[in-house]
């Protein structure tokens, strides 16, 4: 029996009555979600505030906080005058030279630590895909260690190897590599399982080994998705190196620590740009770079 217009027309009806149905308990259960966290973040809390004719007052705490906000920052904005810019700027970045040796530690510290994490996640990104993993309990514990790396925070990595270790770069470097290596195995993995396994079956029967199999069947699809993430990781990579030092673990931190801790407002702003500054130049470099490479992967 055909199947004719007057048939459609009930399904298509139907199928839209149940796309609707859909769309409003899926948008309810988010509304609802997003209610109770804000409740329980204190969004809606009230608190006192005091005018300014000195009586006390209930407000929104948020609409009280923002102002408090703008008073904060325009703390940390230094004077520049026009007939004097020169100097006011020597005195905002009184500090360069030391600023200068810690940024270029900080970068350093995010270079190696994108390093390590590059090599440990590449290495478990082909046990944790599931279309190349040799075992299912070789499948499980790369997962799972994967997930303990970018799970715990790197503040708090930091913390464990400045106890182990003792205060310097040598620390922070390991607390980002270990984050690093979880989530670019982790990025990674995902791509291995979208590959063509054409290649590695073809490696495989003509007697490679497993080792074979990744290296000469998968990683070469893979190349243009390993540089990507890494690139994107080496820029996490630099901001996060510059916070986990105001716990000892080297860097520019430290300095973000001695300003806040001392009040230093315009210290703040100056190592603040300088930060922006330099991941600005490498989301720069590493575009540049990453086209680059593309092309070449194309041309060739």
């Known amino acids: 029996m055909a199947y004719t217009t007057a048939d459609f027309n009930p399904d298509f009806a139907l199928h839209r009555r149940r ?15 997003t209610w109770a966290t804000a409740e329980l973040s204190g969004f809606f809390r009230v608190t006192q505030v005091t005018l300014a004719d000195g009586s ?52 350093l510290i995010g270079f190696l630590a994108t390093v390590f994490g ?9 046990p944790a895909a599931r279309n190349l993993s040799p075992s299912p309990v070789i ?3 790369t997962r799972r260690v994967l997930e303990i790396s970018r799970t715990v925070p790197e503040l708090v990595f930091a913390l464990i190897f400045v106890f182990s270790f003792g205060v310097g770069p040598m620390a922070g470097v390991l607390a980002i590599a270990i984050h690093s290596m979880g989530s670019l195995g982790k990025l990674y993995s995902e791509a291995n399982e979208n590959i063509d396994m054409r290649p590695v079956e ?8 497993w080792a074979d199999q990744m290296r000469w069947g ?63 130049v490498i989301d720069w470099l590493s575009e540049k770079l990453r086209h680059r490479i593309i092309g070449m992967e194309k041309t060739a």
């Open 19 to 33: 796309q609707r149905l859909s769309f409003w308990i899926v948008a309810l259960v988010l509304a609802a979600l």
């Open 56 to 107: 006390r007052a209930e407000a929104w705490v948020l609409a009280a906080g923002l102002p408090r906000l703008g008073e904060y920052l325009e703390k940390t904005l230094p004077v520049l005058r026009a007939e004097s810019l020169g100097s006011d700027f020597a005195e905002w970045f009184w500090r360069w030279k030391i600023w200068a040796w810690l940024l270029l530690e900080t970068v």
């Open 118 to 126: 590059v090599i440990g996640g590449l290495i478990l990104s082909f």
């Open 139 to 141: 499948l499980w514990l």
């Open 202 to 209: 073809g490696v495989k029967s003509a007697g490679g080994s």
């Open 218 to 280: 998968a990683l070469p699809q893979v190349i243009p998705n390993i540089i990507s993430y890494t690139l994107l990781r080496f820029e996490i990579n630099v901001r996060s190196s510059s916070i986990i030092g105001y716990v000892g673990a080297g860097g520019l931190g430290q300095e973000l620590r001695t300003a806040i801790s001392l009040q230093e407002y315009t210290d703040l702003s100056a190592l603040f740009l300088i930060i922006l500054v330099t991941v600005m």
